[in-house]
């Protein structure tokens, strides 16, 4: 018998799916790759099929200790889209997990939620700064945080809410000094979220310690995620590149640039 924890990772063949499943493997976990497609992901499992079929995600479920829910649409696009990727995808995942008895999700949110939000030049931003949604990509995940907040309220799930920044092999331009997240700190955080000792309702800032890090790590490091990783080291890279630097004062970057609706 197998003594390893069992993960359903929804959108596992994603960007970010791709790096944590070996990750999670070498970490001690089985996992269950979700996705419509889910060809080259390395997992002990695969199922395929969309996360808003209620049969496939019924039948995803079956044994998993804990879910990771990346599954969705992960930039701007049109809002049927992104309603039903996004929304109904959450929702029929989380009443399937109540109906399934799987009772840990560790939910994939966005710094896009806050994105409005004024680049703080003091203490790093709270994890519960309120709702500034950037775009409908945002608004998405302000959404699904919150239908989170009613399955813990109501229905008892114990969810963990990453407020992820910009999760890439590195920061990419200035931006991505204060919002990098490494995959290897994702996985540190995606084990925190899941450990059956972190119960009820966190919600959590997705970032690697930057030196320039606008967010407060205090909410992680209470379930436990310390981040090893710091995006200084790719500092003079960044500055000495000629890739033109995002000016915005907005925690979300350039997001609130693009018309809504319109992929970015
Ligand atoms: C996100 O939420 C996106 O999924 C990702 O593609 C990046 O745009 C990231 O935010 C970011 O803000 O850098």
Redesign the pocket.
Known sequence: MDERPLLLLTGASGGLGRELVPRLRAGGFRVRALDLSADGVDADEVVTGSVTDVDVVDAALAGVDAVVHLAGM??ERAWPDVLHANVHGTWVLLDACVRAGVGKVAFAS???AVGLTTRPEGPPLAADTPFRPDSYYGWSKTAGESLCRLFVDRAGLDVVVLR???CFPHPGGVR?LS?WMSYDDCARLVTAAVDPAVTGWHCVWGVSANTRRWWSLAEGEAIGYHPQDDSERFAAEVFASEVPQDDDDLV??DFHRTPLGEPN
């Open positions: 992960s930039k966005s710094n896009h992820i920044g910009s991505g919002t979300g970057g």
